[in-house]
């Protein structure tokens, strides 16, 4: 397990000033824990965040007795991406938390390869419930099961261990292989020519026309 160190914020001070030490905002909360604003270095945050993402559990040591925690939400920068804000949830020990587990999909599906279809994920995720210490970082999806257009992967489908919940209906649909459809050629339109032919002896006599005379 990953740990981070924290350091209870103060909110009134100023947050320029605690970036400029290489320190962002956060807060933290749960069940049996009040919100507590804190602040914690960046780029161990960072760190750890492209470690485990936002499905495994972490450590927060520095307020008295460590704290078990899942990162539950990032602010960032649309511009640059850097880290303005983040919120710890924190475990209740001893209870089962319920969490999105991202899916890694593996395998070759003779539907692409063979029959060049297009692999279309309509899952990214399963919601599940599970204790803490069993808590999986990923879940993988075979996809060499889909050998023609008409076989779907739905959430029964998909092997997690005994000691994980899905929470997610066990009867949608995960993935698919469609078949790409071909763009149909629209045919040219051959002119009329006979109406640019009468268009431009029309032209011709306007042009040669004898000027009335007005007197």
Known sequence: MLTLAIEKRDTTGKISRRREKGLIPA???????????????ESEFVHVWNTVGESSVIE????????????????LDPVSGQVRHADFYIIEKGKKIEVEIPLVFIGEAPAIKELGGTLVKVLHELTVEVMPKDLPH??????????????????????????????????????????????????????????????????????????????
């Not at 807060?27 to 270095?41: D, F, M, N, Q």
């Not at 927060?60 to 602010?75: F, P, Q, R, V």
């Not at 779907?152 to 000691?163: E, L, T, Y």
Request: hydrophobic share 40%; glycine share 4%.
């Open 138 to 215: 990923e879940i993988t999806v075979d996809i060499s099961k889909l050998v023609d257009f008409d076989i779907q992967i739905h959430v029964s489908d998909i092997a997690v261990p005994s000691s994980v919940t899905v929470l997610t209906d066990k009867n949608d649909v995960v993935a698919l292989v469609a078949a790409v459809k071909e763009e149909e050629e629209t045919p040219a339109v051959a002119p009329d020519l006979s109406s640019i032919e009468v268009e431009k002896k029309g032209k011709e006599e306007e042009a040669t026309a004898p000027e009335e005379n007005v007197s």
């Open 27 to 41: 807060v933290l909360y749960g069940p049996k824990e009040p919100s507590t604003p804190i602040t914690l270095r």
């Open 60 to 75: 927060l040591t520095g307020l008295g007795e460590s704290k078990e925690a899942l990162i539950h939400d990032i602010d």
